[in-house]
Every structure is written in structure tokens, then in C-alpha cells.
């Protein structure tokens, strides 16, 4: 088993400024000078912890490069496009589109190599150099959308490497699992009419973005039923989540049959982290990544690839980070000593309203008929 990796001190580097969580800094306001919630720290210690534990030399790095223009375009419009590459001029920066997701001056070269890394995960699963791989990128990119950016994302990376998939090899059948404890809406929106993409969300309901990631949300022409939500209620655990993947995700994928499977990897559904409600710990997304690399070896060969979003807890998702990719390489990893404490906490076992919404999340997906919320 080879898993490729992706990352580049750069990511490191884009500068999300001292806003206090999600707002800039205003003493007039009473908003005090802090650090934006999506900072570097979370993936700067992913890289470290799987440099200090060793798995680093059981994975073959890959070398990120910038997406070109062509590239960025098959997902997004010209005029967005253009307004990050200007605003990323200024000595102040700008926003991805939103008010909630600043950036400094630069963005743009590192939102294009993150888009652009996403890209050499995939190519490196599709031309045979590794088997899976993990793009360990920043900015994250689920939540921009064609026009706009949002949801600290401006370019829709993993949305940008299906596109390459499509375009330079062919693919006609690929599926995208997104477990970010947000709605991946902005993958979502980019193949809503496109049969060619299944998309797949599973997150925490009526969080983020408002009013979005309802299971009535299944696409539309020709991409009807190709759209898969699994909104799930707040303090979700473990049992919660693998119930939703058994239940849910596995037979989807398993019928629509993909020739390449990518995931959208946010750690934000962990039990610690600050923007999310749900209770996920390391060996729950430990035992995701196995029924994925499960399903992707029975569909499509093992290829599979995914690329980091979310996650906002600096001290305990360095180990989920380290359990996923752990589990892609099939390496046993040091201990998560997090575990004792949220792996103990109650919530863990599938509660009966839990299943009640998973049941119908996984009937809408197999008749294809509208659900309502």
C-alpha cells in the first residue's frame, strides 16, 4: 500500500490576520485583537505530529504546484476569479466573499497551489504512483462556490481535481464524501446538474451555511439524484457517524459504482473543536477512512484521494489527521492520548432520533425521490 502526501510550508503562510475568531479586530465594537478561527496551526502540527511519529517515512510526498488559470476556471467564474488575484494585491488583502474569511496580501499564488496540490493527489492516484493520497492543503475550498468565495475557502479545491479527472483522464463516475461538520455546498453546487459527480455530505445540520444541506437537496436535471445529505443532529458520536456511513454512504457509493473516489477531510466534527457540535474522535474517523478504503477497493481499484478542510482545535486534530492518514497507509501511529478523555464522554452510541434521520437520508438516496427535512 503506497499513500502519497501533499503539503508545503506555504500553506502555512496565508495570513487569515488578527480577527477575533470570525471578526476583525475593532475596539470600537469592544472586539479585541486574537487570531482568526482558520489559522495555521492546526495544519502546521498535522504535518509535525506525522514528521515526529515516524509516518512520514512510510509516505511518498508529492510536490504540490499552483492550478493554473484554466483550471480554477472550470469551477468558478472569470470575474471571481479575478477579484482574489486583485485584492490579493493590496497591502490589506481582502475576502474570499463572505466578510467572515479575510486574507492577506498573496493569497492567491497559495489558494492556487492548494487547488493545485488537490490536483497532484489526484493525478498521482490516477496514474499509478500511489495507491491513495492525502493533499494536506490550506486554504480549504468545500464552501466556494462558482461565483463566490466563503466559509474561510476561496477556491473549491476538491470540486477543481474532479474537474482535472473529468477533463484529462476521462472519468465519467466519480464520487466525492465530504465528513467536514459543515455543508460542503460549495462542491455540491458545482455539479448539482452533472450525473458524472455524486456528492456526498455528511455534517452537522442547520450549522453552516445557513439553510443549506437539507436532504431535500438531491440535485437537479440531470444531476437529479446524484446529490446525497445526511444532516445530522448535534452530539453525534462515533456510533452516529458509522451508522451514517453503513447505512448511508457505503451503499451509495456502492451503486453508483465510481471509477475515483475523493473525500473532504474536515476535522471540525471532532469532540473539541470550537465551530461544530458533534463528538468524533480520532479512532472514529480512523474506522471511517476503513470503510472508505473498503468500498474504494471493491469500486474502483483503491483510488482514492482526499484534501484537507476544516478543523480548529490546534491540540486535537494533529491526531485525527494522524489516524486518517495512518489508516490510508495502513501504518500503526502513536496513541492519541485525547482519546481516553472524548472517547469516554456519553453521546458515542447511536441514539434512536440519530437513526431515525440517518433512515431517512438512506431511503431518499436509494429511490431517488425528494425528502423532505
Known amino acids: 500500500m503506497s499513500t502519497g502526501y501533499v503539503y508545503h510550508e506555504m500553506f502555512a503562510w496565508h495570513d487569515t490576520g488578527t480577527s477575533a475568531g470570525l471578526f476583525r ?26 514528521v515526529v511519529s515516524g509516518l512520514i517515512d512510510h509516505l511518498t510526498r508529492i510536490a504540490p504546484r499552483p492550478a493554473t488559470e484554466d483550471e480554477i476556471l472550470r469551477v468558478h467564474d472569470r470575474a471571481h476569479l479575478e477579484r482574489i488575484k486583485a485584492e490579493s494585491e493590496r497591502p490589506g488583502g481582502g475576502d474570499a466573499g463572505d ?9 492567491y499564488d497559495i489558494a492556487a497551489l492548494a487547488a493545485g496540490g488537490a490536483i497532484e493527489a489526484v493525478d498521482a492516484v490516477l496514474a499509478g504512483r500511489v495507491d491513495n493520497a492525502y493533499a494536506l492543503v490550506r486554504p480549504p475550498g468545500h464552501h466556494a462556490e462558482p461565483a463566490t468565495g466563503m466559509g474561510f475557502c476561496l477556491f473549491g479545491n476538491l470540486a477543481i481535481a474532479a474537474h482535472h479527472a473529468m477533463h484529462v483522464y476521462g472519468l465519467e463516475r466519480i464520487a466525492v464524501v465530504d465528513w467536514d461538520v459543515h455543508h460542503g ?26 439553510r443549506s444541506g437539507y436532504r431535500s437537496e438531491r440535485g437537479e436535471g440531470a444531476g437529479r439524484g446524484y446529490a446525497l445529505n445526511v444532516p445530522l443532529p448535534p452530539g453525534t458520536g462515533d456510533g452516529g457517524y458509522l451508522y451514517a456511513m453503513d447505512r448511508a454512504v457505503v451503499p451509495a457509493l456502492t451503486r453508483f459504482r465510481p471509477e475515483l473516489i475523493l473525500v473532504a477531510s474536515g476535522f471540525d466534527a471532532a469532540a473539541m473543536d470550537p465551530l461544530g457540535r458533534q ?47 495512518g489508516a490510508l497507509a495502513r501504518v500503526p501511529t502513536i496513541e492519541d492520548p485525547f482519546q481516553a478523555v472524548v472517547g469516554a464522554q456519553g453521546g458515542h452510541d447511536l441514539a434512536p432520533h ?16 425528494r425528502s423532505e427535512r
Open 185 to 210: 455546498n460549495g462542491t455540491q453546487k458545482a455539479f448539482y446538474d452533472d450525473p458524472r459527480v455524486l456528492t456526498i455530505s455528511l455534517h452537522q445540520d442547520e450549522l453552516f451555511p445557513p
Open 354 to 369: 440519530q437513526r431515525e434521520v440517518i433512515d431517512l437520508a438512506a431511503v431518499a438516496a436509494s429511490d431517488g425521490a
Open 99 to 107: 466578510g467572515l474569511s479575510p486574507f492577506g496580501q498573496g493569497a
Open 279 to 325: 463528538l468524533l474522535t480520532s479512532e472514529g474517523y480512523r474506522a471511517l477512512t476503513g470503510r472508505l478504503l473498503d468500498v474504494a477497493a471493491q469500486s474502483c481499484g483503491g483510488r482514492l484521494a482526499m484534501s484537507h478542510e476544516g478543523g480548529y482545535n490546534p491540540a486535537h486534530v494533529p491526531f485525527c489527521g494522524l489516524a486518517v492518514i
Open 25 to 50: 479586530s475593532d475596539p470600537r465594537a469592544g472586539v479585541q485583537p486574537l487570531i482568526h478561527f482558520e489559522n495555521s496551526e492546526t495544519k502546521r502540527r498535522i504535518h509535525e505530529l506525522i
